[in-house]
């Protein structure tokens, strides 16, 4: 079967850095998004890789390993505002997205 | 502006009842997705269109149908509802659903509960 693990819900204080760590086991490997969804709100886009390594843009960065089934969302001086869902997703082999349930980050002052 | 619309935002509804939750999109994109969104579970697929005028089978279609009889409306109908089909349903675009490195677009959902 295609899995997706990330954690349920971390915490973090404002101004600091976090680490979403997301693992995966799909059928084929053609990508893995992040999303950012606050709550109430749709989902929307972060960033996609599909080579190892890391993309950074702004405050976010984010890490793939295709041959430990591994990537991580980086967050930097967060802000109040980064309290949301982060959801990682995988492009399977019939190019449909594997997603995971989501962490829930909650940003403390 | 560009973008996913979808209707209604929000409802209630009697099991047994027949009804279509509405998409639109505005941005000439080949694919669309319907997905249910349930507490503590991930996004899951329920139908997907590539294009205009074909459809096919997600995660989770049974009790759903769609259609797309044109690139930008992807109607989702539950012909007779139950109280397990209470979620979250959202709406999504991309521009080509073979090209992996496209985002999907989200619409802002509607909350759909089954009494």
């Known amino acids: 079967g295609q899995n997706i693990d990330q954690p349920t819900e971390m915490t973090a204080t404002e101004g600091a850095i976090v680490q979403i760590n997301c693992t995966y086991q799909?059928?084929?490997?053609?990508?893995l998004f992040w999303y950012q969804q606050h709550a109430g709100e749709a989902p929307t886009f972060l960033s996609y890789?599909?080579l190892d390594g890391l993309e950074e843009k702004g405050r976010f960065s984010s890490f793939l390993s295709r041959s430990k089934g591994y990537s991580y969302l980086l967050l930097k001086e967060l802000q109040m505002k980064d309290s949301a869902s982060y959801l990682c997703?995988?492009?399977?082999?019939?190019?449909?997205?594997?997603w995971g349930a989501g962490t829930k980050l909650i940003i403390k002052p | 502006i560009a973008g996913i619309t979808q209707a209604p935002t929000s409802q209630i509804l009697a099991a047994g009842r027949r009804m279509t939750l509405r998409c639109t999109q505005d941005?000439?994109?080949?694919?669309m997705y319907w997905y249910r969104q349930d507490l503590g579970l991930g996004l899951r697929l329920i139908h997907y269109?590539?294009?205009?005028?074909?459809?096919g089978k997600g995660e989770v279609p049974d009790g759903y149908s769609v259609s797309r009889a044109n690139t930008d409306d992807f109607p989702l109908t539950l012909a007779s509802a139950v109280p397990s089909q209470t979620s979250v349903y959202f709406c999504?675009?991309?521009?080509?659903?073979?090209?992996?490195?496209?985002?999907?677009?989200f619409g802002d959902g509607t909350r759909l509960s089954i009494l």
């Open positions: 269109s590539n294009t205009a005028g074909t459809t």
């Open positions: 999504a675009s991309s521009s080509d659903a073979g090209n992996s490195n496209q985002p999907q677009h």
């Open positions: 941005m000439r994109h080949n694919a």
């Open positions: 997703a995988v492009v399977d082999s019939n190019y449909q997205l594997i």
């Open positions: 799909t059928s084929g490997f053609n990508g």
């Open positions: 890789n599909v």
